[in-house]
């Protein structure tokens, strides 16, 4: 018994065609899981950094335009 030509077995060729795709793919969701453990501490047991922080930007711009 013989395989058609489309099942038998080839080896593929060894390039690195789609590595930099992958390497930019699990950069970007490191980059993603950092910011989100940096956000969850910063809104949770940071003190409440971040609003503090917006309150503060948004309170000297008001300033800044006179309102």
């Known amino acids: 018994m ?23 793919a699990l950069v970007l969701v490191a980059v993603t899981a ?3 453990v940096v956000i ?11 609003t503090g922080l917006f309150g503060s930007v948004f309170a000297r711009m008001r300033s800044l335009i006179g309102a």
């Open 34 to 36: 950092l910011v989100a």
């Open 40 to 50: 969850a501490y910063l809104s949770g047991d940071g003190g409440g950094a971040i």
């Open 2 to 24: 013989t395989l058609p030509n489309f099942l038998t077995l080839t080896p593929r060729p060894l390039t690195e065609r789609g590595q930099s795709t992958a390497e930019y």
